[in-house]
């Protein structure tokens, strides 16, 4: 009796083809997380969690892009603005506070326009770096120029006004800038660089960072309970963040 050895074969193939279709594979929707972040989050967000794929940016670029449908699933920015306004819309979940910071003025090492104060900046000649208004970066260092009322005399020597504080802090570290205004936090990772001006505690603006989940999942949820807790905000204020008070349960 023949045996159709090759007939058996073709449906066993088959039988293995349909049941790749329809049984769930493990690798399929197990890759990492997705977490668009202000680009001041650079050097920290690794550390609490190193196997989402980030996307450092301006924060106003990833609110954008957010709005636009850009697939992500956490996004942690430098001001409360941006998330709120998704929030609105409908693109992010309620957003929570996760880490506080603080303006400072950076100059080159070597600190060739001799300035040790940001009073100094009202010089005529000298090459400030700031952010652009759109940034957090940008409308806090407003804020800031305007509480100690030298916005008019700063300005005029604003040479360049960057989308994100990497621009501004890779400026002054390569000498290409007399000053720039950036976070304390982002001071830290160049000190070899860089010399650090302080800037007058009163004239602080309170500056917050958001995060806040896009697309629910278990992931998500998890990348943002690792940012809140206790590891988190130590990892947070080793890099020189400010933490919110823990709330009372």
Known sequence: ?????????????????????FVPSASIGAGPITVFAAASLTGVFPQIDRTPRYSFLGSDQLALQLQQGAPA?????????????????????????FATNKLVVIVPRSNPAHIS????????????????????????????????????????????????VKGIVAKVA????DAGFVYVTDARPVAGKVRVVPLPGWAQPPIRYELAVVKPSAAATAFVKKVLSKRGRTLLQRAGFGVPPLKKK
Do not use: F
């Open 117 to 164: 104060s940001v009073y100094d900046l009202r010089r005529s000649g000298l090459r400030v770096v700031i952010g652009d208004k759109s940034v957090p970066i940008g409308s806090y260092t407003r804020q800031i120029l305007d509480a100690l009322g030298i916005t008019v005399d700063v300005t005029k020597n604003v040479v360049s006004q960057e989308t994100d």
């Open 73 to 97: 699933d956490v996004y942690a920015a430098a001001s409360p603005k941006y998330p709120e306004l998704l929030y609105h819309q409908g693109v992010v979940r309620k957003p929570v506070t």
């Open 1 to 21: 009796m023949d045996v159709d050895h090759g007939g058996a074969v073709k449906r066993a193939v088959v039988l293995v083809a349909l049941v790749a279709l």
């Open 174 to 177: 390569l000498g290409e800038a």
